[in-house]
């Protein structure tokens, strides 16, 4: 028989457990971030449960764009021995069909492989890309900007075109979680973490930096923002359901 809905508060170390399995993540140490994380939220941590037993899962958050909202799914696993049976897939169509229901409509996720998801209405919008940064000058003399004006920035990019991902509250809760160094340019900033520029506004310049850098995010984004392009690392694809262009976001938002 099979079950599918969000998990109860007596299941999330199951949940972590099935994550972790198939990650191949430590379980002691995903626990203590586990249900901190800005977005944790039991009503989308999504479980298909085979003759009781969680099978599959998946977790889903919010994200805004300026014509609305959709989510992003994210961690999409299936246990070992029940692989290949279309788990995944039943769980997929379910958390949509719910998600239309509450007028989250359309979706968005990464993916290494596009199989699962084209099966199931989801059409690769864009690549993923790293890219090398041309050498400047030291990062370090440059002014380093508060939320506060990373925001002021970031919301006068966001509010010239509908398809831009918004940030509320919970969101920027979510991007001061993971450590970041943002540095002052002209006209915007650069968003540095753990050596990849994630988000860059308002479009390249001689970048000052001294260490090795690169431009994680997605190909869309480096050609709007004139990224210097040579021979780019292909990294994950951004698939959508029921989206009908290539959102403007920075990797930053990744789920
Ligand atoms: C991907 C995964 C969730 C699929 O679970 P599942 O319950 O077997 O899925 P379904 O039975 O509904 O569909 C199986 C199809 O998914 C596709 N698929 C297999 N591995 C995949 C992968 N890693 N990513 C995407 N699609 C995959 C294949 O088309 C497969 O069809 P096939 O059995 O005819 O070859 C499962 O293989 C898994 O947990 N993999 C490890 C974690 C992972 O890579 N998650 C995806 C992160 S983007």
Redesign the pocket.
């Known amino acids: 028989m099979i079950e599918i809905r969000t998990i109860g508060p007596h299941e999330a170390d199951e949940f972590l457990r099935v994550l972790c399995e198939?990650?191949e993540l430590d379980f002691a140490r995903a626990r203590g971030v586990f249900q901190r994380e800005p977005f944790f939220d039991l009503n989308r941590k999504w479980a298909l449960f085979l003759n009781g037993r969680m099978a599959?899962v998946l977790t889903t958050v919010p994200v805004t764009f300026g014509d609305g909202p959709s989510i992003g799914i994210a961690g999409?696993?299936?246990q070992r021995a029940?692989?290949?049976?279309?788990?995944?897939?039943q769980l997929i169509e379910e958390v949509m069909r719910v998600a239309a229901d509450q007028g989250e409509g359309r979706a968005l996720l990464f993916?290494?492989?596009e199989?699962?998801?084209s099966?199931h209405g989801f059409r690769t919008l864009d690549r993923v890309i790293t890219q090398q940064l041309p050498k400047g000058l030291s990062l370090n003399d440059n002014k380093l900007l508060t939320i506060d004006e990373v925001k002021h920035h970031y919301d006068r990019w966001a509010e010239s075109d509908l398809h831009t991902l918004r940030r509320d509250e919970q969101r920027w809760h979510f991007w001061s979680w993971n450590a970041k160094s943002v540095f002052s340019i002209p006209g915007g900033y650069v968003c540095v973490e753990l050596g990849r520029v994630r988000e860059l506004l308002p479009a390249y310049q001689t970048l000052p930096v001294s260490d090795p850098l690169e431009f994680y995010g997605l190909t869309s984004m480096a050609k709007e923002l004139r990224i210097p392009m040579a021979n780019p690392t292909p990294d994950t694809y951004l698939m959508g359901r029921n989206f009908d262009y290539i959102p403007r976001m920075f990797l930053s938002d990744q789920f």
């Open positions: 198939v990650f599959s999409v696993a299936t029940w692989r290949g049976q279309g788990l995944a897939g993916a290494k492989d199989q699962l998801y099966k």
